[in-house]
């Protein structure tokens, strides 16, 4: 059995050698911290993770990941959208019992968690081939993939020129009782009234709302649901399961409007993580390239962060000459304010 000052002396080598490895980049001592983290992960032989990926495609990254390091026991939940997540590791910090290893979860949950400690920061050599708007400059998350928000409609019931170009076409009357939108977007609606400014975005979304829209919960469904023709379009919708779904066949194509609206599904370790290493050796897998063009990109269509990752569905965005705008960190100040306003103006109260 390990003493505590052995464990401590074998975490103390891990932290310097992960603080050489990142700042110098050599590869003696990227080599010696990647031989550390397997033998630590070894000895704590599991990882529990929280993610808010879709489990069977998080299922074959975990795949990917044991054929590499087979002695360390996966166990993989998603307990559903980003706030459950987070209220999740809340309690069980509050309990005193922590048992999540790495957590997957929206830019502005990360920050909640961030602000209570319950984040570990972690230098993943990974993170060098980011790109400087995909990671917390402090090292405590990375994006797991990039989310951009675009418009969607169904090819059999809208032609590609009838398509709406501009967030004033969905204002049209042939919009009217055509468009479902997601009862949770208000990320998407917030960080719109803090570019066009809150009056001129509140008389849009005002008017938006005025569209007679079919709110419904779930990014799946409603993509689901317009490729069926249930719905012939939709206000906003997750960029990447719109495209997977076109590449598979379904009669649904997307258009990204100015500005188009990016969050970042970002993912880190638990600050009380009780399996480090193994957290550290996951998180360098997923960050490396092999994962992040292969499986997310590729496989998955979740464009990276990685400047060294070319992605087609990124491409036909800056094709479009659209300004991307980011979902900031800022907007948890006045959460409550925007979910007020948002429930008001789209009556879901």
């Known amino acids: 059995m390990q003493t505590k000052i052995?464990?401590?002396?074998?975490?103390?080598?891990?932290?310097?050698?992960?603080?050489?490895?990142?700042?110098?980049?050599?590869?003696l001592a990227c080599a010696a911290e990647s031989s550390a983290l397997v033998e630590g992960a070894r000895k704590e032989g599991r990882l529990v993770i929280y993610s808010l990926l879709a489990v069977p495609d998080h299922s074959r990254i975990v795949n990917h990941f044991r054929e590499k390091y087979p002695f360390v026991e996966v166990s993989l939940t998603r307990p559903g959208a980003s706030e459950r997540i987070t209220a999740r590791v809340m309690t069980e910090a509050r309990a005193g019992r922590p048992?999540?290893?790495?957590?997957?979860?929206?830019?502005?949950?990360?920050?909640?968690?961030?602000?209570?400690?319950?984040?570990?920061?972690?230098?993943?050599?990974?993170?060098?081939?980011?790109?400087?708007?995909?990671?917390?400059?402090?090292?405590?998350?990375?994006?797991?993939?990039?989310?951009?928000?675009?418009?969607?409609?169904?090819?059999?019931?809208i032609a590609s020129t009838a398509a709406p170009k501009a967030y004033g076409d969905l204002l049209e009357p042939r919009w009217n009782?055509?468009?479902?939108?997601?009862?949770?977007?208000?990320?998407?609606?917030?960080t719109l009234l803090r570019h066009w400014g809150e009056d001129k975005g509140l008389a849009f979304m005002r008017r938006l709302a005025g569209?007679?829209?079919?709110?419904?919960?779930g990014n799946t469904l409603i993509t689901q649901l317009v490729a069926a023709g249930e719905h012939a379009g939709t206000?906003?919708?997750?960029?990447?399961?719109?495209?997977?779904?076109?590449?598979?066949?379904?009669?649904?194509?997307w258009v990204a409007l100015d500005p188009t609206v990016v969050d970042v599904v970002t993912i880190g370790i638990a600050a009380n993580a009780p399996h480090p290493n193994a957290a550290k050796l996951y998180l360098n897998h997923v960050l490396s390239r092999n994962v992040q063009e292969t499986l997310l990109e590729e496989q998955f269509v979740k464009p990276s962060g990685r400047t060294d990752v070319k992605s087609a569905f990124m491409a036909k965005i800056r094709n479009a000459k659209v300004q991307m705008i980011s979902v900031d960190d800022s907007l948890g100040e006045r959460w409550e304010h925007y979910e007020k306003l948002f429930q008001n103006i789209f009556k879901l109260q």
């Open 211 to 217: 569209q007679n829209l079919k709110i419904l919960n």
């Open 177 to 190: 009782g055509q468009l479902a939108f997601e009862q949770t977007a208000i990320e998407w609606f917030a």
């Open 6 to 27: 052995e464990r401590a002396g074998a975490g103390g080598l891990i932290s310097l050698l992960v603080v050489l490895c990142a700042i110098n980049h050599s590869s």
């Open 99 to 157: 048992l999540v290893d790495v957590i997957g979860i929206s830019r502005l949950n990360m920050t909640a968690l961030i602000q209570r400690s319950l984040i570990m920061n972690y230098e993943s050599p990974e993170r060098a081939r980011f790109d400087p708007a995909f990671k917390d400059r402090n090292g405590f998350w990375t994006a797991f993939y990039v989310n951009p928000e675009v418009t969607a409609y169904n090819t059999r019931l």
């Open 235 to 253: 206000v906003s919708l997750n960029g990447p399961r719109v495209e997977l779904t076109r590449r598979r066949g379904a009669p649904i194509e």
